[in-house]
């Protein structure tokens, strides 16, 4: 598989994304907080045949720059940003995960026009999280070994790629603290914006899940129009716990979605 590392700017920050490229309908992948945009890579692997896959590394993950703000609109511009850079005004399939999950039916309230559909990973429509473990992840380590120690077993497989060599040692993409005030911005009734579009959308439960309960993702699919729901064994992160049910769901509603337009 060949994907092109490319950035672009908005303001004075240059953001990073993945990208499979080529004239095939586009997706869009939104990763979740301290992950980044390689934690797509087998999903484009095995989508890049049918589609162009683009991941992006949202503001202060993986390579792209850091700020001071992480507020709701800061991440929903920085996608605005990213489409206009892609392909101007032509409706993409935004695909999310937890931040992400909420960036892109954010995002879609906002501009319905320029989203052809939804895939969303574990996230609900109300969020109220708290990121404060992290905080000490941060600093520099002198041995990759002390960094993943620090980390611990049950996160440290979903972070690999986000994890850094220095000259002085190692370290994280993210800075934990701002991990910790993005969750804050995160939190919230999302009802509204979810409850905001009709394109099709296919919702993925983690059924050992901790962030969304089997209740919320009921009640989203039974409050919006055109939503499916396919619940998987596994925790938060799907896309890794259960990569084989992912690919067939994602798979599976992509073709439907391709069989509509036909």
């Not at 800061?74 to 392909?87: A, F, G, K, P, S």
Request: glycine share 8%; proline share 5%.
């Amino acid at each position: 598989m060949v994907v092109q590392r490319k950035t672009f700017q908005r303001g004075n920050l240059t953001f990073s994304y993945l990208d499979t490229e080529g004239e095939k309908p586009l997706l869009v992948a939104l990763h979740g907080h301290m992950m980044e945009g390689a934690t797509f890579l087998p999903l484009m692997q095995i989508l890049q045949s049918d589609y162009r896959v683009v991941a992006l590394d949202q503001r202060g993950h993986g390579f792209s720059d850091h700020t001071a703000s992480y507020t709701r609109d800061d991440y929903l511009c920085d996608i605005e940003v990213l489409l206009q850079t892609l392909n101007g005004n032509m409706p993409v399939i935004l695909l999310g995960h937890s931040l992400g999950g909420v960036n892109a039916y954010q995002f879609a309230a906002r501009h319905p026009d320029l989203v052809h559909a939804l895939i969303i990973e574990d996230i609900g429509a109300v969020v109220n999280d708290a990121l404060s473990f992290c905080l000490p992840w941060s600093g520099v380590f002198k041995t990759k070994k002390d960094l993943v120690a620090c980390i611990g077993p049950n996160m440290a497989p979903y972070l690999a790629p986000s994890l850094r060599q220095t000259a002085q040692g190692w370290k994280l993409a993210f800075e934990p603290a701002e991990m910790v005030q993005s969750q804050k911005c995160l939190n919230g009734d999302h009802w509204q914006d979810w409850l905001a579009t009709s394109c099709p959308a296919l919702l993925l439960h983690g059924t050992q899940s901790p962030v969304l309960s089997g209740v919320m993702s009921e009640d989203m699919v039974r409050r919006r129009i055109r939503t499916q729901l396919q619940s998987l064994p596994g925790g938060h992160v799907l896309h890794q716990d259960d990569f084989p049910g992912y690919v067939e769901a994602v798979k599976h509603f992509l073709a439907e979605l391709s069989a509509q337009q036909a």
